[in-house]
């Protein structure tokens, strides 16, 4: 598994989450990385993303003010923290590295998911 995404897990709505994704992959910290989700019945949707360098940030509207991506490439991680979590967020979230360095649709490696379940 090239991306490894975990932090998920149960939580009251209003709650908190932080996501971790890390990856051994040499040019992970020279391109973007977004976090995308999938709940049940649904089709995957994009949550946020990060340029390389971190200095550069994207949101789904549904989760702007709540969400914070970040990353901290010493480490080859990026992280998603999720604050006042409603139980509309449910779902399993996935982590993705893009091609470019900038923001853009080219996601091209993936991890394998983690799941958020937000009770009410």
């Known amino acids: 598994v090239q991306l490894q995404a975990s932090g998920g897990g149960l939580v009251q709505a209003g709650g908190s989450l932080r996501l971790s994704c890390a990856s051994s992959r040499r040019t992970f910290t020279n391109n973007a990385v977004g976090w995308f989700r999938q709940a049940p019945g649904k089709e995957r949707e994009f949550v946020a993303a990060?340029?390389?360098?971190?200095?550069?940030?994207n949101y789904a509207d549904s989760v702007k003010g709540r969400f914070t991506i970040s990353r901290d490439n010493s480490k080859n991680t990026v992280s998603l923290q999720m604050n006042n979590l409603k139980p509309e967020d449910t779902a399993v979230y996935y982590c993705?590295?893009?091609?470019?360095?900038?923001?853009?649709?080219?996601?091209?490696?993936w991890g394998q998911g983690t799941l958020v379940t937000v009770s009410s």
């Open positions: 993705a590295q893009s091609i470019t360095a900038s923001i853009s649709a080219n996601y091209r490696y």
């Open positions: 990060i340029n390389w360098r971190g200095d550069s940030t």
